[in-house]
């Protein structure tokens, strides 16, 4: 079933299958806290696939993803200010209609060889309310894919910087 982590835990899933309950905002939820995911599947059927946040403080959360596949119907990967997404040769995908492959909420996040799909943005940058900060996207050799909307959505005042290197696709 689902997990959460909290205050500086460390979470490390290898060859493992995690699929959230119905009633999980998320499959993976983290607070100030770690997670490594090597060659394994994480599934949310009613929310995000992982949800990387922090608390009142700028402590964030920090997500290594390989060879793995994350998928939410909502949203495949979501990042607060002050936390870090990063995937390598993985696949982050929102089942839904109006999902978002990921969604960085004042977050960052890096995809090295893999492939980001969403219902609607494949990646969608805003600005969290209570966060002044920018948001970063790095794509290299990365496919990124907005099926009703953009591959690449900077909202909501977000101060974005986004680099696309190396054969990265948007669509």
Same mark, same amino acid.
């Given at each position: 079933?689902d997990? !959460?982590? #909290? +205050? @500086? $835990?460390?979470?490390?899933?290898? *060859?493992? &299958?995690?699929?959230?309950? /119905?009633?999980?905002? %998320? =499959?993976?939820?983290?607070?100030?806290?770690?997670?490594?995911?090597?060659?394994?599947?994480?599934?949310?059927?009613?929310?995000?696939?992982?949800?990387?946040?922090?608390? !009142?403080? #700028? +402590? @964030? $959360?920090?997500?290594n993803?390989? *060879?793995? &596949?994350?998928?939410?119907? /909502?949203?495949?990967? %979501? =990042?607060?200010?002050?936390?870090?997404?990063?995937?390598?040769?993985?696949?982050?995908?929102?089942?839904?209609?109006?999902?978002?492959?990921?969604?960085?909420?004042?977050?960052?996040?890096?995809?090295?060889?893999?492939?980001?799909?969403? *219902?609607?943005?494949?990646?969608?940058?805003?600005?969290?309310? %209570?966060?002044?900060?920018?948001?970063?996207?790095?794509?290299?050799?990365?496919?990124v894919?907005?099926?009703t909307?953009?591959?690449?959505?900077?909202?909501?005042?977000?101060?974005?910087?986004?680099?696309?290197?190396?054969?990265?696709?948007?669509?």
């Open positions: 079933q997990i !959460s982590a #909290s +205050s @500086g $835990s460390k979470i490390t899933l290898n *060859g493992a &299958t995690v699929t959230a309950r /119905t009633s999980a905002d %998320s =499959a993976i939820r983290l607070v100030s806290s770690d997670a490594d995911i090597i060659n394994s599947t994480v599934t949310a059927i009613n929310g995000a696939g992982i949800n990387a946040g922090r608390s !009142s403080t #700028s +402590s @964030g $959360s920090t997500v993803v390989f *060879g793995s &596949t994350i998928s939410g119907s /909502t949203i495949g990967a %979501s =990042a607060t200010a002050f936390s870090q997404l990063n995937f390598f040769d993985s696949d982050v995908i929102a089942t839904g209609a109006t999902g978002i492959g990921v969604r960085l909420y004042g977050g960052n996040a890096t995809a090295v060889g893999s492939r980001i799909v969403g *219902g609607e943005h494949g990646v969608r940058m805003m600005r969290e309310s %209570s966060v002044n900060n920018s948001a970063g996207l790095v794509l290299d050799g990365t496919s894919e907005g099926k909307g953009a591959a690449v959505a900077a909202t909501n005042g977000i101060n974005a910087d986004i680099q696309v290197l190396n054969r990265s696709t948007l669509i």
